[in-house]
């Protein structure tokens, strides 16, 4: 639900837009991104994309994917929370998504230290030199 909450579909351009993400839990995310990688949608990135959205990168195929000047990629370690509501890391889910990025995202997230509790942007310059901006 929340996921259909934060990306627009456009049945008529058979395209998702992607307007505005913080991410949650992961699950949700990769049904809704196997089920774009099938319907053979073209995915528009037009706002914030953050933690579990970014799974998008490794489930659609990047030529199917696009940016517009607003989009932001937030990347950061996976982790899972506890009953009390405290957060723990999840070294090996980290290790597995980075993983599963395309190697530019890959390299670019290397660059800057790897995932961590701190959140990346990737944005604006580098972020067209890796996918292409929407027409």
Known sequence: ??????????????????????????GPFLDLFEKV????????????CLSACTLVLSIVPGERICVTKRA?????????????GHFYAEPEASVAVL?????????????????TSRLLLLKARDLAAIYPRCR
């Open 1 to 26: 639900m929340l996921a259909a909450v934060l990306i627009a579909a456009t049945p008529a351009r058979a395209e998702i837009r992607i307007i505005q993400s913080p991410g949650g839990q992961v």
């Open 37 to 48: 990688r099938e319907s053979g949608e073209r995915v528009v990135i037009d706002g914030p």
């Open 72 to 84: 932001v990629l937030g990347f950061h370690a996976a982790r899972s929370v506890d009953r009390r």
């Open 99 to 115: 993983a599963a990025y395309p190697g530019p995202v890959r390299d670019w997230i290397s660059r800057r230290g790897g995932l």
